[in-house]
């Protein structure tokens, strides 16, 4: 069984049906999925917004008609190459293959094991999220010290990055709305900026790096928050119908030869490696992910809903 989806559109052009299991390649491990984390790329691709995306997704209709990316399982099979895993062992991943599905084939080295302090619904909170929070934070040069703005802290992302550069011995100030800033304050932010009250671009702060998920103020006020040689990294946020957030990212990086500070784009990327990081980091206790709600597989379209409401506190899962 999945979720699958013909055309693009809102949640409720998603529904479940029975389709092929895959079968593994050599070099694949056959994952059986327990959980599933929902992120905005899904959200973005099940509408096909903004419409450049849809020049790798499909033009006129989705190349993939499953959703999903977060899994976490356990190994139903292997292909003849693997070696690193066997039937059974607990394990999550970034799948680039649908994971809104009770089975889902991922490359062995993008596979690593789960975290063993949290269960398997959290686990699947963590691959697409960590993973960037954890680049991106390799982007910014965050160490001891270091001064760090968050703006978007309360969300998947938002909420490891916070984790995170406290576990690396930042100072961490947090941006959100007025009904988040507990939980952003619970999770680590040493100081909370309500942006319902206030402006962290026309304060007095000057921050080390700023890590901008939103993108809800003009480059050249985020500049004026930054450090004359801090590091800006921009990952998500909104934009025009046609490349959404991909021109101002672009801009940045035009901006960024000229100027002394570093505007610096985030592509994260599928990492098994910094997978098994987040898991040793999360046995160790540095970071929690935190889970807003849980649906189960046949209202994945109400999952995705709720994530678009905008009012989630750290990821969406769905249960398989």
């Given amino acids: 069984m999945a979720v699958v989806q013909h055309r693009y559109g809102g949640p409720e052009t998603l529904s479940l049906a029975e389709v092929e299991a895959p079968v593994p390649a050599d070099d694949e491990v056959l994952i059986r999925v327990h959980a599933v984390a929902v992120s905005k790329g899904d959200a973005l691709v099940m509408r096909g917004t903004p419409r450049a995306v849809r020049l790798a997704f499909g033009l006129r209709r989705p190349k993939r008609q499953i959703l999903g990316r977060d899994v976490a399982g356990e190994v139903a099979s292997v292909g003849a190459r693997v070696t690193r895993f066997r039937v059974g062992d607990a394990v999550y991943a970034e799948s680039d293959q649908g994971g809104y599905?009770?089975?889902v084939a991922v490359q062995e080295r993008f596979v690593a094991r789960r975290p063993t302090t949290v269960d398997v619904i959290h686990a699947a909170a963590v691959?697409?999220?960590?993973?960037?929070?954890?680049q991106g934070?390799?982007?910014a040069g965050i160490g001891p010290g270091a001064h760090l703005l968050v703006n978007g802290a309360s969300g998947g992302v938002g909420g490891?990055?916070?984790?995170?550069?406290?576990?690396?011995?930042?100072?961490v100030t947090g941006v959100c709305s007025t009904a988040?800033?507990?939980?952003v304050r619970a999770i680590g932010a040493d100081?909370?900026?309500d942006y319902t009250r206030e402006d962290f671009t026309a304060g007095a702060a000057r921050y080390d790096a700023i890590f901008d998920l939103v993108a809800d103020h003009p480059l050249s006020r985020v500049r004026r928050a930054l450090a004359p040689r801090g590091t800006l990294v921009l990952s998500s946020g909104t934009g025009g119908a046609v490349f959404g957030p991909f021109g101002r990212i672009i801009r940045a990086s035009v901006m960024s030869v000229f100027v002394s500070q570093r505007l610096r784009p985030l592509a994260a990327t599928r990492n098994g490696d910094d997978l098994a990081e987040l898991a040793r980091r999360i046995d160790a206790g540095e970071i929690?992910?935190?889970?807003?709600?849980?649906?189960?597989?046949?209202r994945a379209a109400e999952a995705v809903a709720r994530l678009e409401s905008g009012e989630v506190r750290g990821k969406v899962v769905i249960e398989v």
Avoid: N, Y
Wanted: proline letters at 7%.
């Fill in 101 to 103: 599905a009770e089975f």
């Fill in 127 to 134: 691959p697409v999220s960590g993973t960037t929070a954890l």
């Fill in 137 to 139: 934070l390799r982007l």
């Fill in 160 to 171: 490891f990055v916070v984790q995170l550069a406290k576990a690396m011995g930042a100072e």
């Fill in 180 to 183: 988040k800033a507990e939980h």
């Fill in 191 to 193: 100081h909370i900026v």
């Fill in 288 to 298: 929690v992910p935190v889970v807003d709600e849980v649906f189960p597989l046949e």
